[in-house]
């Protein structure tokens, strides 16, 4: 057995240094268990006590970074092939595939219930619930850690859990809103209506906002804070049709002083910027980030993913962003286009760049579209107008309602595209999938709005039937 003493040492010295990725996987498996499926809970003998993790703060802090690092480096927010950044710019209209050897059924909408991704998508995500599920519980549970360390780690907890039921259930439709560590449970359960989901999403970010601090733990934004959870809090308002509580939402966010604009399209993605709300760190000092590997090539044809060149083309001119965020690669012949909001395709001396998964441009756009749908089409212009000329475009010339708020939707997709799945989720709120991908997707079905759920959790439970329409 590891020694105790040594093991406690190990996680108090990884809440200093976060950078180290075999630690926090050391730290996540010996405290949260290795399992593939949320139902699958036992600890084996060798590994810390959960009774033991909580006895003090600092191995509690180290089980959470744990966490982080998790889902950085798989699952639904990875910026690896496998998260929604790249499986949903494929499976809209953002990417084309170029790798030789295989067939994306992302890309090719041809989901089916035994694909891999699916798959992966579902059990990841809900063994990263069940990793917060037990950290609230070891919380719950502790009586020696103070009051102040276990109200930030509890919202910090709540706040990921909802994170990942939030993309689940737009992936997924219906599915279980897991909230226990209970094994017996947990394998009976059934799948709940979408509404329910997002009540419970609710409550718990609004319980996140009580509980987390209004100040970063780490001055590098990589710990939750309140504005965080708000933030998130917003965009699943919009997402319910809750315009007044978006847009108090955002008000918030961008009323902190925390977060300053920044006009330069340059230094947006870098690691200190100032509109940054949270962001992974990557798992070494020297390292950048994930997308920046798979998205950036130096020569074509891209090995993995290139932009659509129809997507580039549809900038509008003079658009900086189209200058800033893609990159042209020609072999004088044909010409290939890729992302390039991250612009480091591998290690730098130190870390430049780190992945970002909540930005403050984001907030202007939700309380943009929030305050066209109350009405107040002045405000509304006014921040779509503060994306736009920071993008080098001169005011909207918009007017009536239609004309914003379909401006906004364009500045949102020339904004957030490559950004964890806002494009697919855009046009699947404002009932524009069938309209759009229709047409630039030849494989592309009415019911490719929902996933699969996967075979083998319907399989070894019943109840999670039936399966969606479609498959």
Not at 440 to 463: F, H
Request: aromatic share 12%.
């Amino acid at each position: 057995m590891i020694n105790t003493i040594i093991l406690k040492k190990l996680l108090h010295k990884s809440v200093k240094e976060m950078n180290n990725k075999s630690c926090f996987l050391l730290i996540l498996s010996l405290t949260l268990g290795a399992c593939d499926s949320f139902v699958k809970v036992d600890l084996p003998a060798s590994q810390l006590s959960a009774k033991t993790v909580f006895e003090d703060a600092g191995t509690a802090k180290a089980a959470m970074a744990g966490l982080y690092a998790k889902m950085r480096d798989g699952g639904i927010l990875t910026g690896h092939s496998s998260g929604v950044s790249c499986s949903l710019g494929l499976y809209a209209d953002e990417f084309d595939y170029y790798y030789l050897y295989s067939v994306d059924n992302f890309y090719t909408n041809s989901l089916f219930p035994g694909d891999n991704g699916v798959n992966n998508t579902w059990n990841r995500s809900y063994n990263q619930i069940y990793s917060a599920n037990a950290i609230l519980a070891g919380l719950d549970n502790s009586t020696t850690i103070a009051e102040a360390d276990k109200k930030q780690l509890q919202g910090e907890a709540l706040f990921i859990r909802a994170l990942l039921h939030f993309y689940l259930v737009n992936l997924f439709g219906d599915i279980p809103y897991i909230n226990t560590t209970d094994h017996l449970l947990n394998s009976k359960v059934s799948r709940m209506p979408a509404n329910k989901i997002y009540s419970l999403i609710v409550m718990d970010l609004n319980k996140a906002v009580e509980l987390l601090s209004e100040d970063y733990v780490s001055s590098e934004r990589i710990i939750p804070n309140r504005s965080t959870a708000t933030a998130f809090l917003a965009r699943v308002y919009l997402y319910m049709g809750l315009y007044p509580e978006a847009s108090n939402a955002s008000s918030a966010v961008i009323n902190n002083p925390l977060y300053v604009w920044e006009t330069d399209l340059d230094k947006i993605f870098l690691k200190e910027s100032s509109t940054t709300i949270w962001q992974f760190m990557p798992n070494t000092s020297d390292s950048n980030t994930a997308e920046g590997s798979i998205y950036i090539f130096t020569s074509g044809p891209p090995p993995i993913v290139g932009l659509r060149t129809d997507f580039v083309n549809s900038f509008e001119v003079g658009d900086q962003r189209k200058t800033h965020w893609t990159k042209a690669v020609t072999d004088g012949i044909t010409t290939w286009y890729h992302a390039f909001k991250y612009k480091q395709q591998s290690s730098t001396p130190s870390s430049v760049e780190y992945s970002i998964v909540f930005r403050l441009a984001e907030q202007y756009l939700i309380r943009a579209e929030a305050r066209a749908y109350q009405g107040d089409l002045s405000g509304a212009k006014e921040d779509l107008n503060l994306i736009r000329t920071t993008a080098g475009l001169s005011k909207s010339t918009a007017i009536t309602f239609d004309e914003i708020i379909n401006d906004i939707l364009k500045q949102r997709r020339f904004e957030l595209f490559t950004e964890f799945g806002q494009r697919f989720f855009d046009l699947k709120r404002t009932g524009k999938l069938d309209e759009v991908l229709s047409v630039s997707k030849p494989g592309w079905n009415t019911t490719d709005s929902l996933w699969p759920l996967p075979a083998l959790e319907l399989n070894s439970n019943p109840n999670l039937n039936p399966q969606n329409p479609g498959y």
